[in-house]
């Protein structure tokens, strides 16, 4: 009775309290094969075991943790915690309470939604969120009918929804890593379409709606399956060539940079929105300016990730 009182009065008036005086910062981020030490009997993950290909031993995986615990508490800066971290490539349940409890990141106040997904190696999407400064109300997987139709199974959509200090009414979270453009081919951009489909058929259960949605889209600004995405979302990424003017983005592959990942909010929450910041810390990168990653190929360089994270901050809505 006690707990449910806190509930329904005291976290309401952390809300108000919370409300206005600083932004609310929501990351995103794929971490490169945030896998733990141990063998998954239903999971393709023997590459990342301490006898695997790529040797991945307690002192890689604890040093991966501090990694990202570091780069989370560089995005926040002087300011806050983010309220909200979409991640990808996360293998389980166990790695997101060692990122959360046992690793550097352990002083702030970091829970996480996470479901089990088809992935055949066992990666999936997460969010952690700041339990001080976000409600969670509730989670959904959603499954991409990826073997009905032929096709490897892929990650699931992630939704998740609750209560923020900036943002009036509920706020839902969509976390996507969408199917993987590497030697696509026809069928792989089928099976890229179909996961394009089903998300929109989420985002048009969410008409009207304050909706932020963000992830691993595997697929440049210009990429059609932004086409129907794009009638009901609006990207805070650069879109044009003159945006495009100088070598940026979030991913490079063979000597090109590209942004591969994205973050779109609905029409409803776009006011309340600032323009998404790419994190090109000087320890994320490589002395030629490269995304400093965890391996190339199977040789292990001790990086971060072959990704950039990037962020948006909330603010409150100024229109009249």
Known sequence: MYRSWLKVFIFPVLLYLCAGARAQRIVWWNVENLFDCQDDSLKEDEQFLPEGEYHWTKNHYWKKLDNLSRTIAAIAGNEDWPIIVGMCEVENDTVLHDLTRRSTLRVAHYAYVHEEGPDVRGIDVAMLYDSLQFR?????????????????????????????????????????????????????????????????????????????????????????????????????????????????????????????????????????????????????????????????????????????????DLHEDKTP
């Not at 096709?151 to 009414?169: E, N, Q, S």
């Not at 009901?232 to 000597?255: D, H, I, K, V, W």
């Open 136 to 312: 969670l109300h509730g989670h959904e997987a959603i499954r991409i009918p990826s073997a009905e139709h032929g096709y490897r199974p892929t990650r699931d959509i992630l939704h998740a929804w609750g209560l923020c200090p900036t943002v009036p009414d509920t706020l839902h979270i969509i976390i996507v890593h969408l199917p993987s453009r590497a030697g696509s081919g026809r069928k792989g951009e089928a099976h890229r379409k179909l996961a394009a489909s089903t998300l929109c058929h989420v985002l048009d259960n969410l008409s009207n709606k304050n909706v932020l949605l963000m992830g691993d889209f595997n697929a440049e600004p210009g990429d059609a399956i932004f086409r129907s995405i794009g009638e009901r979302m609006t990207s805070l990424m650069p879109q044009t060539r003159r945006e495009l003017r100088r070598a940026q983005g979030t991913y490079y592959f063979r000597n090109l940079w590209g942004f591969l990942d994205h973050i779109l909010v609905s029409p409803r929450l776009h006011p309340y929105c600032q323009k998404v910041k790419v994190g090109r810390f000087p320890f994320l990168l490589t002395e030629k300016g490269t995304p400093w990653r965890t391996f190339q190929g199977p040789v292990y360089k001790g990086g971060f990730s072959d990704h950039l994270p990037i962020w948006v």
